[in-house]
């Protein structure tokens, strides 16, 4: 069975400091991979996707993430956290084409110091 | 555009009382999806659907029913509503001829039982 694992529940950072959020999955094949921020009280915002091709994939407010097959990683990675960045974030995989379910982890809290 | 809407965005309910949210979603999409999320453990798959009358049982389906009776809506039912499903709840749909796209969420019900 498809399953996502975020090992850091809250990470606190600096404003202006180095951000990487981890995610690691389980599935057979090479699945779709995603990953979502959600504000306090707010809907899910697509930050970026990995279908094929390049391992690393930009999104967008200056996210980024790579796709590592050997070690079943996609993690997401922010050179310099703003405030406004403090939220929830989410990795998902899913099998479209196969199940077609969106299976997602149990998120990572991030706080920013100022 | 609208995207996808849910009805209600905030609902109170007592114990045994029985509701149904409402899906509907624009963009004719054959894919939908319910979630629930709570503290600590990300969005958990409901139920989905694959198609107009068809559906079927994700992660956490007891206690919840669906109904998928035309393409553009998807509604979940609470039969009989227990403390446990305080939740927020949120519904996605997605293209299904399209395998490089993402599922697209609306912006969540929040649900409280007492």
């Known amino acids: 069975a498809q399953s996502v694992t975020q090992p850091d529940i809250h990470i606190t950072v600096s404003e202006g400091a180095s951000l990487e959020l981890r995610c690691n999955y389980s599935?057979?094949?090479?699945?779709?991979l995603f990953w979502y921020v959600q504000s306090p009280g707010q809907g899910l915002q697509l930050l970026l996707k990995?279908?094929?091709?390049?391992?690393l994939v930009q999104g967008i407010k200056g996210f980024e993430a790579e796709f590592k097959r050997s070690q079943s990683s996609f993690n997401l990675r922010k050179p310099s956290v703003h405030w406004s960045d403090a939220a929830e974030y989410f990795c998902?995989?899913?099998?479209?084409?196969?199940?077609?379910?969106?299976?997602f982890g149990t998120g990572t809290l991030l706080a920013v110091q100022p | 555009n609208a995207g996808v809407t849910q009805t209600p965005k905030f609902r109170v309910l007592k114990t045994g009382q029985s509701m149904t949210l409402l899906c509907a979603q624009d963009?004719?999409?054959?894919?939908m999806y319910w979630y629930r999320q709570d503290p600590g453990m990300g969005l958990r798959l409901i139920h989905y659907s694959v198609g107009e009358g068809t559906t079927a049982k994700g992660e956490v389906p007891d206690g919840y029913n669906v109904s998928r009776l035309k393409k553009q809506n998807f509604l979940l039912g609470l039969e009989s509503a227990a403390p446990s499903q305080t939740s927020v709840y949120f519904c996605a749909s997605r293209n299904r001829g399209q395998l490089n796209t993402e599922a697209f969420f609306g912006q969540g019900t929040r649900l409280t039982v007492v």
């Open positions: 963009m004719n999409h054959e894919y």
């Open positions: 990995y279908f094929s091709g390049d391992t």
């Open positions: 998902a995989v899913a099998r479209w084409g196969a199940t077609n379910k969106l299976i």
């Open positions: 599935y057979g094949a090479t699945p779709y």
